[in-house]
């Protein structure tokens, strides 16, 4: 399918694991970042408000120095958000490699809340992390080019992850998220609500420094690896970095029950721009949040 990994491991990020070491030491009595209220119109969508709901409980998934090459060592970005008081919700290949199926270290693994311009207001360590099995399913190993190719295309529907940190959010969280709703949120759906707000923060923004928010219209395309939905929302320039982030239906920054509702998490683009790609929620998302939420232990 041409799906490339939206996730940012770039030489760039050298400079940044410096940077971060010496923020994370200085982290007490910080502020979160501020941000005017309005938006700025980008080539991506709109910059965000990192300090209001709902982009108040996102932040950066960073998996440090989690990559090696020519000597040199690189971390991982993604998008992730607070979907309970401990529980941040990601893409499931920002917790495990997509091609390699390692599991990135836990140890190495932080969420830095309301991150903008290398500010953040509190850095979260991983305590455990999960996905469904069927994220990395063995057939993924099948000599038979047939079964692994179709092991390739059904993974896509459980690329979402879940991530138990260490202390409570202090900004709140999501506190909305619906399941099985294919029919409510396409233009020929029967609710009110049209369409999807796409978060994240994309490399081509000022290599990912800013989160930005992209409205888009749901559609279900036929050929698409099963539970997989698209957002079209005309931005080319969704890219690395923002896999993880909240699709979020009736984005406001109103905190009710009508509004700011988790749809699904962006998981990959393809060469057709403006599109992109993610999990279409079943009734297992709770059970993987109740497990996690348990410390990742039956």
Partial sequence: MGAVRSGLATAAMLAFVGWFNAARSAEAGSSPPSSSTGTQQSAWGDTGNPTTAPLKWAGLVLNLESHEKDGKKYSFLCTGQFISPRVVLTAAHCVQDTDTGGWYDLQKMYFLAQYQNNTFSRSYRAVCASRFDGWWPPQLRSQDPEEKNRAGQSRWQWDYAMILVDRDS????????????????????????????????????????????????????????????????????????????????????????????IISVSSFVTKQSGVSYGPYPTSAFYRLLDYVSKGCVR
């Fill in 170 to 261: 202090a900004t709140g969280h999501y506190k909305n998220w619906v399941v099985d709703w294919q029919g409510k949120y396409s233009e020929a759906g029967n609710l009110h609500i049209r369409g999807a707000t796409a978060t994240g923060y994309p490399a081509a923004m000022l290599g990912g420094q800013i989160i930005q928010i992209a409205h888009g219209e749901i559609i279900f395309i036929p050929n698409l690896p099963k539970n997989v939905v698209a957002l079209r929302h005309n931005h080319a320039s969704l890219t690395q970095g923002s896999s993880g982030g909240a699709w979020v239906a009736n984005f406001d920054q109103q905190e009710d029950a009508q509004h700011n509702i």
